[in-house]
């Protein structure tokens, strides 16, 4: 049974920085990628990272996101710098196409 449990998140001012991590346990350690829900919108994959550490981040963060690994660890990591007000949601990881199950995430909220 696959286990993603995230954490880093917090209520930071526009322009502040967050670091956000990742386990990941019970399954193989594939492609992975960030994805995030705001309010009233679908969740959508923000970064991505391939086993041996090829990355994509979409356009809208891309230059103040980056997503890292560190397969020894099972771990993923998303530096997000520059935030946004538009970048509060819940972040979650999960496999890039995503297994059913999902962490609880870990809520990233930018306000004054």
């Known amino acids: 049974q696959v286990q993603l449990v995230e954490s880093g998140g917090g209520l930071v001012q526009p322009g502040e920085s967050l670091q956000l991590s990742c386990t990941v346990s019970?399954?193989?350690?594939?492609?992975m990628g960030w994805y995030r829900q705001a309010p009233g919108k679908r969740r959508e994959l923000v970064a991505r990272?391939?086993?041996?550490?090829?990355?994509y981040h979409t356009n809208s963060v891309k230059g103040r996101f980056f997503i890292s690994r560190d397969n020894a660890k099972g771990a993923v990591y998303l530096r997000m710098n520059n935030l946004q007000y538009e970048d509060t949601a819940v972040y979650y990881c999960?496999?890039?196409?995503?297994?059913?199950?999902w962490g609880q995430g870990t809520q990233v909220t930018v306000s004054l």
């Open positions: 019970g399954s193989s350690f594939g492609m």
């Open positions: 990272i391939s086993s041996t550490g090829v990355t």
């Open positions: 999960n496999r890039v196409p995503p297994f059913d199950t």
